[in-house]
């Protein structure tokens, strides 16, 4: 099995810093992407930041120049620094990897059980 163990999170006020880390465990063959999504309440799943197996990064327009993702290919982790969070950055945030297992064919979507982010003063 793929395990994705998340730590980070938390309550902070706006304009604070929080750093979500992100750590992949289990019979992983291979790395497509690596990065956050985040959930907030009524709103669909979107991307935060992912960082793809080319070396880019990709950003959510709303964060640029805010959050900053940094993968660690070694110790297959990934983890997002948040400076200058806003209220609307309140979400639960998912670690995400899609790659190449040995328990499934082909690439596939993995996800952590989620943290809770909250920007409020």
């Known amino acids: 099995q793929v395990q994705l163990v998340e730590s980070g999170g938390g309550s902070v006020q706006p304009g604070g810093s929080l750093r979500l880390s992100c750590s992949a465990s289990?019979?992983?063959?291979?790395?497509?992407?690596m990065g956050w999504y985040r959930q907030a309440p009524g709103k669909e799943r979107e991307l935060v930041a992912s960082?793809?197996?080319?070396?880019?990064?990709n950003y959510a327009d709303s964060v640029k120049g805010r959050f900053t993702l940094s993968r660690d290919y070694a110790k297959n982790t990934v983890t997002l620094q948040m400076n200058s969070l806003r209220p609307e950055d309140t979400a639960v945030y998912y670690c995400?990897?899609?790659?190449?297992?040995?328990?499934?064919?082909?690439?596939?979507?993995?996800w952590g059980q989620g943290t809770q982010v909250t920007v409020s003063s």
């Open positions: 995400n990897l899609n790659g190449r297992t040995r328990y499934r064919y082909g690439s596939g979507d993995y």
């Open positions: 289990g019979s992983i063959l291979s790395i497509n992407a």
């Open positions: 960082a793809f197996s080319g070396g880019t990064i």
